[in-house]
């Protein structure tokens, strides 16, 4: 299975992710988790990326896409791979047709989310675990961006065939179910 996920900060994309690689037996690859251990080990990219990142703003392409492209060379995504959040712009997607041109992509799973409730979420998560973005203002940003430069690629997507909306709402056990349902039917 070559899968992406997709929706806003918040969603569950990363929750869900963990329970669908396991599923599928294939890497989960998330941009947001690899700038993250990145910026904790003091790497240049973490470096590039980190004040992107406090603002809630996105990685520029210069640094994202290469990641990106290095990540699938790895002989681990030879039978499939779970992209969590990329590619995030139309640009990106552009770029992962090129990477992906001879295995294309199997599904495009959008996990769908009211902005209260994903601030919710986010906010709680800031008192739980400190990550550096999920100060309320930045979370605002970042749903900003996802509606602006993100949003629309689900409309792309769709137009290609690919694309199975779920509600993100409810328990991590619903929504897990409604992924897998929407994945076999
Ligand atoms: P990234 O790490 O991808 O963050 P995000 O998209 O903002 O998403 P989150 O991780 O906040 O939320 P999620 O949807 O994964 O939900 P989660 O499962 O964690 O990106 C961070 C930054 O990196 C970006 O802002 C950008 O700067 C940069 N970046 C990343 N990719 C990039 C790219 N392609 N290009 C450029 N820049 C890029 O859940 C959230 C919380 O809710 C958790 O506490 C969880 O326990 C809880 N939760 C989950 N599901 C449920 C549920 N069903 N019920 C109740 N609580 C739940």
Known sequence: ??????????????????HLAAHYSIPHISTGDIFRANIKNST?????????????????????????????????TQGGFLLDGYPRTVAQVAELDGMLSATPLDRVIELTADSDVVVRRLMERSIE?????????????????????????????????????????????????????????
């Open 1 to 18: 299975m070559r899968l992406i996920l997709v929706g806003p900060p918040g969603a569950g994309k990363g929750t869900q992710a963990v």
């Open 44 to 76: 240049e990219l973490g470096k590039r990326a980190q004040a992107f990142m406090d603002k809630g703003e996105l990685v520029p392409d210069s640094v994202t896409n290469g990641m990106v492209r290095e990540r699938l060379k790895d002989a681990d």
């Open 129 to 185: 675990q400190g990550r550096a973005d999920d100060s309320e203002d930045v979370i605002r940003r970042r749903l900003e961006i996802y509606e602006e430069q993100t949003a629309p690629l689900t409309a792309l997507y769709k137009s290609r065939g690919l694309l199975v909306q779920v509600d993100g709402l409810g328990s991590v056990e619903e929504v897990t179910a409604r992924i897998s349902a929407a994945l076999n039917s």
